[in-house]
T-cell receptor, first 117, second 110 residues
């Protein structure tokens, strides 16, 4: 089946630094990838839709200057949390939709746990 | 906007059946999904059902859909300790946006 990877799997950083998270589709090309955020014991909240070769579409309430998304190739999307603060600590998960997948399903990466001190 | 609700917690004994329920509000949903999330991991697609279906069975999993009441359920037969996880239902009108439920934590007691 389709495989989506994320790197790193976890990261600890100091407040004020920027953190880049990569999302890769390993065995298919994805023109669209999705970035979610999950707080402890809560559901996934869609942050933005990453479009290859064009600007990302952000959900309401998500700061585009805070969460920079770059989808430079058909297999890679990156999420950069700029000037991270403790409230940005969360579990970030990406997903992608393989072309022709049944029921338009999305395949999820394993997630990246971010802890900002 | 769309809203998907689930009960927060379910505890069952090993070998019993588990039934996880979900309600949604978007009547235009095309697909409804069940995902499993183990601790510290991403989401694993378990099964899905198209909105014009009433039931789908896949080995130990049975999905029932009542479109009139906008109610979705997942039944796990012969529940095992390895089934302990958080289960999310989700709905989509198209893959561009998927709305997830609040998640149900399933605890299987040996």
């Amino acid at each position: 089946g389709a495989v989506v990877s994320q790197h790193p799997s976890w990261v600890i950083c100091k407040s004020g630094t920027s953190v880049k998270i990569e999302c890769r589709s390993l065995d298919f090309q994805a023109t669209t990838m999705f970035w979610y955020r999950q707080f402890p014991k809560q559901s996934l909240m869609l942050m933005a839709t990453s479009n290859e070769g064009s600007k990302a579409t952000y959900e309401q309430g998500v700061e585009k200057d805070k969460f920079l998304i770059n989808h430079a190739s058909l297999t890679l999307s990156t999420l950069t949390v700029t000037s991270a603060h403790p409230e940005d600590s969360s579990f970030y998960i990406c997903s992608a939709h393989p072309p022709g997948a049944e029921a338009e399903t999305q395949y999820f990466g394993p997630g990246t746990r971010l802890l900002v001190l | 906007g769309e809203d998907v609700e689930q009960s927060l917690f379910l505890s069952v004994r090993e070998g019993d059946s588990s039934v996880i329920n979900c309600t949604y509000t978007d009547s235009s949903s095309t697909y409804l999904y069940w995902y499993k999330q183990e601790p510290g991991a991403g989401l694993q697609l378990l099964t899905y059902i198209f909105s014009n279906m009433d039931m789908k069975q896949d080995q130990r999993l049975t999905v029932l859909l009542n479109k009139k009441d906008k109610h979705l359920s997942l039944r796990i037969a012969d529940t095992q300790t390895g089934d302990s996880a958080i289960y999310f239902c989700a709905e989509a009108g198209g893959y561009q946006k998927v709305t997830f439920g609040t998640g149900t934590k399933l605890q299987v007691i040996p």
